[in-house]
Structure formats: structure tokens, C-alpha cells
């Protein structure tokens, strides 16, 4: 795919970050991978097409990664992956205009969709 679009993938434990990294190679996106929220920050940049990232990571989580994009007017879209029930992770993410939240373990074809939904609406937004 030329010109594939850039994802960053933002995951702590090695097992799923290589599982989301192996689903989103296979349909030739470009991966960018980061074990941790405050080295995702670091490679961010206005490459970076989309940032799917771990809820609960250390030192910087999921939300704190999304607050600080936002914060420095990054619109960004962000995917959450989470395994975490919690019902006001939802009202979370709908406040810092998260674009999805998926469960672990995450569904390849839910994942793949997930994208590509997310990049349409880009690049309608953005022509």
C-alpha cells in the first residue's frame, strides 16, 4: 500500500502489542510501536494517522496520553483498548473525544474495521 497510513500502537504488554501490530501489518499499515505512554508521546508527530492505546499503562496511561494530545490541540484520533468493565471509561473517552474504546481481547475483524471507519471519516473530514 502506498503511502500506507501511520499507526501508533500504544500497548505494555508484549503478547496483545504484537497481536494488534501483526492484525494492522496484514492489511499494510505502517506500525509505529511504543511500550508506554510517555514514549508514544516522544513519536508522535503529524505522521502518526491514528494512536491506538492501552488504558492501563505505566507511567503515563491511556487517558493521561489523550488529555496531553488534546491539551496541545493534537486532534489526533485515539483508539482505547482496555479490558477494564468500568462504566465510566465510556464517559471518559466520549469527553476527550476518543474515537473508540475496544475490549481485550481484541477482535481482528472488529480492530480492522474500527480503522478503517476511523480513516474514512478522516479523510472526509480533512477534503
Not at 502506498?2 to 501490530?21: S, T
Request: hydrophobic residues 40%; without cysteine; proline residues 5%.
Amino acid at each position: 500500500m502506498p503511502d500506507a497510513p501511520k499507526i501508533l500502537i500504544v500497548e505494555d504488554n508484549n503478547f496483545v502489542r504484537m497481536q494488534l501490530v501483526k492484525f494492522l501489518n496484514e492489511e499494510g499499515y505502517d506500525i509505529v510501536e511504543s511500550t508506554d505512554g510517555k514514549d508514544a508521546l516522544e513519536k508522535m508527530n503529524d505522521e502518526i494517522a491514528i494512536a491506538i492505546v492501552d488504558v492501563r499503562m505505566e507511567p503515563i496511561d491511556g487517558f493521561e496520553f489523550v488529555r496531553t494530545l488534546r491539551g496541545k490541540d493534537i486532534e489526533t484520533p485515539v483508539m482505547l483498548v482496555t479490558g477494564d468493565q468500568n462504566p465510566d471509561l465510556l464517559s471518559e473517552a466520549n469527553k476527550w473525544n476518543v474515537s473508540a474504546v475496544l475490549m481485550k481481547p481484541v477482535e481482528r475483524d472488529r480492530l480492522v474495521k474500527t480503522v478503517s471507519r476511523t480513516l474514512q471519516a478522516l479523510s472526509r473530514g480533512s477534503s
